[in-house]
C-alpha cells in the first residue's frame, strides 16, 4: 500500500527512504495574478504533499487591508505597511516604537490568535491526508523590525535600552502560549520564522544571535517535540554560521537558500536536519532553463540526500518562469521516485 502524503512527509524528515521526495510548492500572491492557469495545472500534475492549516480564529485581530495589493495594510500588532506593487508585500515606514518605555503601548499584542477553534483545527487534520502545518509562526526578530525600524532595532540589539527587554519577554511568552496551544491540536508539525541573512553573511554577529535569539527558538522545539510534533523553520539569505546550532536545537526542517551559501558548504549537515528546499528564486527560477533547474535539484540531490532529508520545494513568486517551476518537482521525482537515490 503506498504511503499516504503525510507519511511520506514523515519518512523523508527521518530519512526513512521515501517512495519520492515529499513535495510542496509557495505560492505568492503574483504568480495567481499572473500565471493563475499554470499554478493550477502544477499543482495538479505535482500535488503537494504539505498543506498548512487555517487559523480558525473565534475573534479575528485588528489589521486591515490587503499587504498583496498597492496601498496601506496594517497588521495584527499595529504596524503599517505600504506597498507600491500587486502581488508582492510592502514595507514598514514609520514603525510604532520609537522609544520603548514611553511607546511600547502602541503595540498591539493580538491576544485574538488564541481563540483558536480547535475542534474545527482537529477536523481540518482529519479531513486531509496531507502533512500539516499549524496555522501559525512566530517571528520576533522579524516582528521587532516592523515594530521598531531595522536600523534601530539593530542599535536596541546592542545597547538594551530600558522597556527593550521587558517587550521581548513579553513577546515570546505570547508566542510560546501560541505554539502551546497549537501544540494541543492534532497538526503534524509547528513552524516558526525569521529571516537572518545577508547575501554574504548573518545580520547580526552570531554571538549575539546565540544570547537572544537562540534560547527563544529552544523553547519552540521544546514545546514542539514535548508534544510529539516536529518543527520547522523558515530563514532565507546566508545562514550558514548558524546551521550547526539549528541542528543542536533538534529543528526538524529548515527552509533556507541554499544556493546562496553554497550547496556544497551545506553537505556536512545533511542527514541531521531536513533541507525544506529551495531551488534558487533570485536567479535560476527567473532566468535559467529548465535543464538548468534539473541540474540545480541534481546538485542539491547529491550533496543532502541521505534516504530522505530533502523536500521538493520552491517558491512560485515575483519573476519566477513556470516552466521553471514545473521543473524543480519533476526533476526532484526523476531522481529520487522507484528507488532511483
Known sequence: MPASPRDLVRQTLECRRPARAARQMWTLPWAEIHHRQAV????R??????TGCPGFLRENGPGNGDPAEPGISVDDWGCSFVNIQRGV???????L???????????HI????MTVDADQ?????EGTEAFVLAGCCPRPFEQLQFIRGTADLFMDLLLRPDGFGDFLGEMHRFYCGLLDLWARTNVDALMFMDDWGSQQALLIDPALWRELFKPMYRDYVQ?????????FMHSDGHTLDIFPDLVELGVDAVNSQIFCMGVENLAPFAGKITFWGEIDRQHILPTASPSGVAAAVGEAHRHLWRDGGCIA?????????????REVFAAWDRLTSDGVA
Open 45 to 50: 500534475d505535482f500535488p503537494p504533499d504539505i
Open 97 to 107: 516604537v520609537r522609544d520603548w518605555k514611553a511607546d511600547a503601548g502602541k503595540v
Open 223 to 231: 514545546i514542539a517535540h514535548g508534544a510529539g510534533k516536529k518543527i
Open 313 to 325: 520545494q520552491c517558491e512560485f513568486g515575483a519573476g519566477a518562469r513556470p516552466e521553471n517551476v
Open 121 to 125: 483545527v482537529n477536523r481540518f487534520c
Open 89 to 95: 508585500i510592502g514595507e514598514v515606514k514609520e514603525p
Open 110 to 113: 493580538p491576544v485574538e490568535w
Open 40 to 43: 493550477a495545472d502544477i499543482l
